[in-house]
């Protein structure tokens, strides 16, 4: 996803970054901007889409419409009017009318008399089999309990079928009422979970204080564990059930907030007062997020009256800011650190700092310490093994990789290549019928999807397809992947596709569509083709309308504001930006940032990241020298675009084969990262391939 601010990063680069194949973007842009138009009239985003999606609304589709928009307006009133006037209506929709009536009426001030329990358990049993059944059940539950309706709450406890922290400690708060025996462990277990939790809770804790007594330590813990998280709101609220609390602890807790650095060089610590440690501790974090090299300095002046196992702590905190900003010191920071537990992210970091400074020892220990779920997280199997290589293990470093290598993702191409095991996607896989998908597309949840997407709810049809959907085997997998490809849903076609276990189409998990409009684009701007639908496939999963909460927009989800900068680059009328979805437009403005960004930084995985978080943050992630591509992508500091660069690179490798770049290897496309020195410069094997087309 692209910012607002993108573009304003490039524009100050020097003329030879700004240059590209063709010597600088003026002739390019010419070509591109006749070549948008020459495409614009017969294939606009509508020409793309299927038909069947794009039908004019029928008179009882705009009813439906209108009732949905009155749910979000909690019109209890209007939502009456459209119930009752869908009576007696034969449309497979005309239930959701119905549940948004009675789950706004739950919803009002005040809510409706729930002790009516006829209207909910009628609408329950008629429509057991749509997911809107548990919904209005766990809505009704919040309700009864909140009223403490308790015959009929434990009646339709036991039909709820997923967990729910808000009816889970209205239950426990029933339990503890009725003094049920088994209940204080649970309380107790709640307590220490140390998660955010629903205000139901704190109802419950307060309700429990005397017959279920949870020790000091205890009440401390979690409110230290939320601070950590950086969970302000839930460590307040579980402040306020610690005896003797001061007073004062709610607005200091706020003005760290606000400024953890003058708090720290202001407060004095008291360490023989819990809330004035714990208030320093949560400073010295507050610090660290953003500076890690001054909460240390911090900690040295301010902190001397520490405990050994305060400092140690603090140092954790430190150490682990400290791996995410790269500061080289993050690792004699996790050595002061001593012997104080860390928490996954906390590890994980670690074995980051170590990873980036080349020490396997100390990588192959730190990826030791981890649970067992983390230690089985693909990731850490892979640098584990090359850890295990670069200590001499090479019979152990075999095995992780042997059987990482038969999954699939990033690390698993990577394991593959690095053992010498041909990975060959199946491109001429199983294909469905007619009567297969004809059989799927009448299910009534898939019909449901089907008519809720058509009505552009997609939250709601999305629910319905995964209900619809959750058990299919392969081949039904493969036919409602296809049937969602021809109804113009390719995100869910692209999903189906993704979860096949044995028997797959590889065409269906990396569709090439657009591509008499994507092909002429890429070779415009001598983009890799492959690399610009494996960063689509990320971005969107080719749904032309698709639109971000920050306001991306379209296939390549560009930002309003870059595209517009963009569209006066490229020689376009600033109103060619204004509708994004349209296929054309998108493609010829986001290939052009793209070429933008990779001739600015002059490599694919840092064009990638880029692409999702800014061209700066991607500059400043370098190391002082080249580093290679794996190592680059696994120690991006946001989880989402260390997540985002491995996806679209795979995504990348997976295209290339599909285009016929059989030899082509995901190693070489990631290449070795230039460095913040001169002369780091590391071609990866996609701009080569590129720029010598």
Excluded at 186 to 197: C, D, H, Q, S, T
Aim: a positive charge.
């Amino acid at each position: 996803m692209l910012t607002a601010a993108s573009p304003t990063g490039l524009l100050g680069a020097s003329s030879r970054n700004r240059q590209g194949h063709h010597g600088s973007f003026t002739v390019a842009a010419f070509y591109a901007a006749a070549l948008v138009f020459s495409l614009m009239p017969d294939n606009s985003a509508r020409a793309m889409n299927t038909p069947a999606m794009d039908r004019e609304w029928t008179a009882v589709e705009r009813d439906l419409r209108a009732a949905r928009d009155a749910y979000e307006r909690r019109d209890t009133r209007s939502l009456a009017r459209h119930r009752e006037a869908f009576r007696g209506r034969d449309h497979l929709l005309s239930h959701y009318v119905d549940y948004w009536a009675l789950s706004a009426s739950l919803a009002g001030t005040p809510p409706a008399p729930v002790e009516d329990a006829a209207a909910y358990r009628a609408f329950l049993e008629r429509h057991a089999d749509s997911p809107l059944a548990d919904a209005l059940r766990r809505d009704w539950l919040k309700a009864l309990g909140r009223q403490d309706r308790w015959d009929t709450f434990l009646a339709e406890l036991p039909r709820v079928a997923v967990d729910d922290d808000e009816i889970a400690c209205h239950h426990l708060r029933q339990r503890v009422a009725a003094r049920d025996p088994g209940a204080a462990s649970e309380v107790r277990a709640l307590w220490n979970g140390a998660r955010p939790l629903p205000e139901a809770c704190y109802a419950l804790f307060a309700a429990a204080r005397t017959p279920v007594p949870i020790g000091l330590a205890e009440r401390w813990a979690r409110v230290r564990r939320l601070l950590d998280d950086n969970q302000l709101a839930d460590a307040r609220y579980s402040a306020q059930h610690i005896d003797k609390l001061p007073a004062w602890f709610e607005r200091q807790t706020a003005a760290i907030a606000l400024n953890p650095g003058a708090w720290l060089e202001k407060e004095r610590l008291d360490p023989r007062a819990a809330a004035s440690v714990e208030l320093f501790l949560f400073a010295v974090q507050r610090v660290a997020r953003s500076d890690a090299a001054r909460a240390a300095v911090l900690l040295d002046k301010r902190g001397k009256a520490l405990t050994p196992a305060d400092r140690e702590r603090a140092w954790a905190h430190i150490a682990h800011f400290g791996a995410q900003q790269h500061d080289p010191t993050a690792l004699e920071w996790y050595a002061a650190a001593g012997a104080a537990p860390l928490n996954a992210a906390q590890t994980a970091w670690k074995a980051r700092a170590a990873l980036r400074a080349g020490d396997w020892k100390l990588l192959r220990q730190a990826i030791a310490s981890m649970d067992a779920a983390q230690q089985r997280e693909s990731a850490w199997r892979y640098w584990r093994a090359r850890a295990e290589t670069a200590m001499g293990n090479a019979a152990a470093a075999a095995e992780l990789r042997t059987a990482l290598a038969r999954e699939s993702g990033f690390y698993a191409l990577l394991a593959a290549e690095e053992s010498g095991i041909a990975v060959q996607p199946a491109w001429k896989g199983w294909k469905p019928n007619a009567q297969d998908i004809a059989a799927l597309a009448a299910r009534p949840g898939i019909a449901r999807a089907l008519a809720l997407y058509r009505l552009d709810l997609r939250h709601e049809g999305f629910r319905e397809w995964q209900a619809a959907t959750r058990a299919l085997d392969d081949a039904a997998l493969l036919a409602v992947a296809e049937l969602a490809r021809q109804q113009g849903i390719p995100d869910r076609a692209i999903s189906a596709a993704d979860r096949t276990l044995v028997t797959h189409d590889f065409t269906q998990r990396y569709p090439m569509p657009y591509r008499d409009l994507l092909a002429p684009q890429a070779k415009n701007w001598s983009l890799d083709e492959s690399w610009v639908y494996g960063l689509i496939r990320q971005e969107s999963r080719f749904m032309a309308e698709a639109r971000s909460s920050a306001g991306a927009q379209g296939l390549m989800q560009l930002m309003p504001a870059t595209a517009r900068w963009a569209a006066t680059r490229v020689g376009l009328p600033p109103k060619a930006a204004r509708n994004l979805s349209d296929v054309p437009v998108n493609l010829a403005l986001g290939t052009f940032y793209l070429k933008h960004v990779l001739d600015d930084l002059g490599h694919p995985v840092l064009a990638t990241a880029a692409y999702n978080a800014g061209p700066g943050r991607a500059r400043r992630w370098r190391a002082e020298g080249a580093l290679e591509g794996a190592i680059y992508a696994e120690t991006i500091p946001f989880n989402e675009t260390r997540d985002y660069v491995k996806k679209v690179m795979a995504n990348t490798w997976y295209y290339a084969q599909q285009n016929g770049q059989t030899t082509l290897k995901l190693s070489g496309m990631l290449g070795r990262v230039p460095g913040r020195r001169e002369g780091d410069a590391g071609v990866s094997s996609l701009v080569a391939m590129a720029v010598s087309r």
